[in-house]
């Protein structure tokens, strides 16, 4: 995948670096395309997950046996038409066409959906960039309606994908388990199937001459190999197959440019090999895949044949060509372009089917396939003339017939190129088994029979015999009337219809600014009243401000008061609270100091209490001995009675009476 890395850079370089960093990649490509060609196992490329690592959907791939095949032709044929426009090629087409050849070489290889619909799209942007190039106005016009084509069917496939995913929860790439008619329409898309061919008209002419030497060999190619590994076989897909062999040579014998005849011829060779995918089979899966490489080689060569005569004679218009035939002033093209010439000769006769060419050996393997095919086979047949017939128009009056100035000569890498697909065309009709190790199910491929080669040239005299038949009709042109044409019967209507629905969503949508207009308006005056309001609302906002700022500042400073003030009040009060506290000490000190002196007190109370309370109870005693003694008989109370205590107790008496007496003398 480093012709994504080196791509981006190819045109920002020096002509010198670029021509020699693309011929290393040419070299590299031509090395990986006969390693695969050589069967070996591809160990390091069985499964690929290089972007599992970081966190994002996997990339794998694997090396299927029918992409071996078709990713040869993709790399072999991809380096001979970048060697072709080497030196003539601008560089920023050569830098797409090497993404273009890689993106076709990831489909081939892509192990899942999510490979496959990645570089699918890769292919899509990179051929519609390709044609967009040339830059003139209708390469541009076609480009895009080549681009909406193929991201249409892009759409159609993912939601195939989707489907099947929903159905089995895998997004190996297999026979889908569901939503094949998405599958089917998207494929078809890309493989021209009838009424979807358009494209192939769009693009291939349309881009610059080295350009439609890289296209030959990738989009529709992609599409007859998506037939073979997606869709299921099908009596359907074969006559659809055969249906566009007979269209195409039908179209391309009406042309009258060089490229646009090969590009319709296109849509006839590709329907060989979707019919030969549709019956299947050993006879029919390899030879539709040996077809699909042959046809890259036959075709790439007949479009470099084109392109030269396009580069050095100025025209590729084939009824301009033949209109010098009688002027002996003028050269013959094959004169002035031998190379071109014998390559063109090649490319038709291997197209053909005539031994020992390449589009023998593919084409008998396709009609051993398609025996007994009913409808479809008698058509391939009739197909098989008509191209007799064609290349016998384009080989005849493009460089036999035809003459032309040659105003400058072609390259030596367009030489180089003609000349190895031309060696390339020969060499795989004489030696098939070349190939033998890739072909999916390993046919013989023992072609040269007296049978094959009989039936071979029965065609080619049959189309030499119409040809001579039709040589004037087809010298003057056939311009079919436009109501035949596919976009007029069946494109027209559709672009009507949607013309007419967008007309339709044109006046809604004058209507609907009519209104916003309208809408506009009156919102303009609320939104000038609002204005004013909010004016008005400002000033008064900003007048409430101010006094609010005064307050704010008035209400600061009587803070700013009250904070002195109650930092004064606080100091008072904490010396207060000093005094407080020193005065209850003292009021301590002196509870503390009656308390001992109440204490000692209550002692010597409590002891008088105690003398008292003796003193009392003997009193007590003698008062109720004394009683007891007065109760008794008085006459019997005399000095002999007295005892100790009864005289103390009458000598305190009379001391008591002597100071009683004493102080109140004088009262």
Known sequence: MGCFVIAPFLPKVSEKLRRNVLVLMLCFMVLLAFYNLSGAELRDFTVLKSLAEIGLAPLSFTAHPYARMAVFGFLFVGAIALLYGLQVADPREQAVSLVAVASAVGIGFSANFVSLFFFWEVLTFSVAILILLKQTPHAINMGYRFMIFHVAGGLLLFLGILQHYAATGSFVVEKPAAGLIFFALAIGFKAAFLPLHVWVAWGYPTASFPTSVVLAGLTTKIGVYAVARILPPHPAI?????????????????????????????????????????????YGIDGSMLHVVNHMLYKALLFMSAGSVLLAAGTENLHDLGHHGEDRHVPPVWRGLPIAALGALIGALAISGVPPFNGYVSKYLLKK??????????????????????????????FIKGRAHIKRDITFTMKAAIILASASCIVLGVYPYLVKNILPYHSKLTVYNPAGIITALQFLGMGLVAFFALNKVLERGIKPPAWMSMEYLFYGPIYRTVFRCCRIVSKLDRDLDHIYEMSGKSGSILVSFTQRFDGALNDAYEKSGGMARRLAERAEQFDSALDDAYGKSGELAKKLAGKAAEF???????????????????????????????????????SRSLWDRLRGRPTDWNIKNLNFDSFLMALMLGLFLFILIYYTRNI
Not at 371 to 394: D, I, N, Q, R, W
Not at 586 to 599: F, H, I, M, Q
């Open 584 to 622: 209850d000490d003292a009021l301590d000190n002196a509870y503390e100091k009656s308390g001992d002196v109440a204490k000692k007190l209550a002692g010597k109370a409590a002891e008088l209490d105690g003398a008292l309370d003796g003193m009392y109870e003997k009193s007590g005693s003698h």
């Open 238 to 282: 074969a006559l659809m197959g055969a249906s566009m062999a007979v269209f195409g040579i039908c179209c391309a014998l009406l042309q009258k440019d060089m490229r646009r005849l090969l590009s319709y011829h296109i849509i006839s060779q590709v329907g060989y090999m979707v019919a030969g995918a549709g019956v299947a089979g050993y």
């Open 369 to 398: 396939a398609m025996y007994g095919a009913g409808p479809a086979e008698k058509m391939l047949m009739f197909a098989s003339v008509g191209t007799v017939v064609s290349f016998c128009k384009f080989c005849y009056f493009g």
